[in-house]
């Protein structure tokens, strides 16, 4: 994992009793972790709360952000905590307080690969799936259809869109057996896969 | 049920008991070719010329064939009943006759050129799918996720449509057990009630 200049000064800054107080230094981790795994609500509240007052606003910006890329780059490469705190003691950290970073970031880790893992491009997903039969009885053209029909809604998450969209279509009886047909082999063929 | 022909169709009607069977029948070729693909003015022309009528009463017996014949077609009219219909225009038996063995004989193709006239929503045409497991990211290494990526085929009046859908496991066994919800209840007895009365 490696962490680019302005990252690694950022922690360095972030280490330095001088800059950072032991009280702001534990507000900045928690707050960090929160703003990734809340949203950005957060943001404003940082500068505001008071253990941080004392501190220079442009260091206080570098050290949040070191903190969160941080956060974000060893979740994704599923660290562990002797790597992170390596990492923190060549940034020159005092050990309490890579032992501080190290309950913080352990503690919430599954939480945040589950967010980076739902971050990122891919194809509608499935979630929901709403019927309706009808009974076809005639049309403008022609008299005694007399046919059932499926209408089917396909509800679908798509990243980066908190609404769920539709996929909608008809069809016939024989057509709905054909599709749950399928989907019954790809349920097989899920079951024997997990089995192996 | 009857059907029941407005005088001006009865009119254009008329011109088929004035000529020969064997012209009624080539007439009835033309219409059915009118059906399935369109008019052919030309053959309007040349079948006047050789009839020596005009080309107007030609095309009128043509279309006036055709109508018959789609409404027949579109009521599914009885044989019983399209006799009686006719009976009206005060054709000969033969003419009868031919005339019912074109309705019954075509009354299957003439359903289908109706049925795709008629509005369609897009339909299900196939499904194919895969199943995989997501090994990483750029957000994120390490993953063992399981997907299923699916591509749906729907049709529209002939229009094909593509798409592609992902689903996991869990929401792939919930798809599974609602659709086959769906399809069971088709052997309820409200829907058989249902299917069986209305005719």
Not at chain 1, 68 to 73: C, D, Q, S, V
Not at chain 2, 82 to 106: A, C, E, H, K, P
Request: proline share 3%.
């Amino acid at each position: 994992m490696e962490l680019s200049t302005e990252v690694q000064e950022g922690l360095q800054l972030c280490g330095d009793s001088a800059q950072i107080s032991d009280p702001a230094f534990n507000f900045l981790v928690k707050s960090a972790c929160e703003t990734l795994l809340q949203g950005r609500q957060r943001d404003r509240d940082v500068l505001d709360d008071p253990s941080v007052t004392q501190a220079d606003p442009a260091v206080l910006k570098q050290v949040f952000a070191s903190l969160t890329t941080l956060l974000l780059e060893a979740a994704k490469h599923n660290t562990d905590s002797t790597n992170t705190s390596s990492l923190l003691e060549d940034c020159k950290m005092s050990p309490d307080r890579i032992e501080a970073f190290n309950n913080v970031y352990m503690s919430n880790r599954t939480e945040l690969q589950s967010v980076l893992s739902s971050t990122g491009s891919g194809f509608p997903h499935i979630v929901d799936v709403d019927w309706r039969l009808d009974y076809y009885i005639k049309n403008n053209h022609l008299d005694h259809v007399n046919e059932p029909t499926y209408l089917v809604t396909l509800k679908t998450e798509e990243p980066g869109s908190s609404e769920l969209k539709d996929v909608q279509f008809a069809c016939t009886v024989e057509q709905l057996q054909d599709m749950v047909g399928k989907l019954k082999d790809a349920c097989k063929s899920m079951e024997k896969a997990s089995q192996t | 049920m009857l059907l029941v022909l407005a005088d001006e169709h009865k009119e254009h009607l008329g011109f088929l008991n004035e000529v020969e069977v064997e012209v009624v029948k080539e007439f009835c070729r033309i219409a059915m070719e009118f059906i399935r693909s369109g008019p052919n003015p030309k053959l309007y022309q040349s079948a006047a010329q050789k009839l020596g009528v005009a080309s107007e009463t030609v095309q009128h017996g043509v279309e006036g064939l055709m109508f018959l014949l789609t409404e027949s077609a579109r009521y599914m009219i009885s044989e019983i009943d399209f006799q009686d219909s006719i009976m009206t225009l005060g054709f000969s038996d033969d003419l009868r006759s031919v005339l019912l063995q074109l309705y019954l004989s075509n009354r299957g193709e003439i359903r289908t050129v109706l049925s795709e006239m008629s509005m369609d929503l897009p339909h299900y045409h196939n499904l194919e799918w895969r199943l995989e497991v997501t090994v990483a990211g750029r957000t994120l290494r390490h993953q063992v996720t399981p997907r299923l990526m699916m591509k749906l085929h729907t049709q529209d009046s002939g229009e094909k449509d593509v798409q592609v859908l992902q689903t996991d496991p869990v929401n792939l066994l919930h798809l599974t057990q609602v659709l086959e919800g769906a399809l069971s209840e088709m052997k309820s007895t409200h829907c058989r009630r249902i299917v069986r009365n209305i005719k």
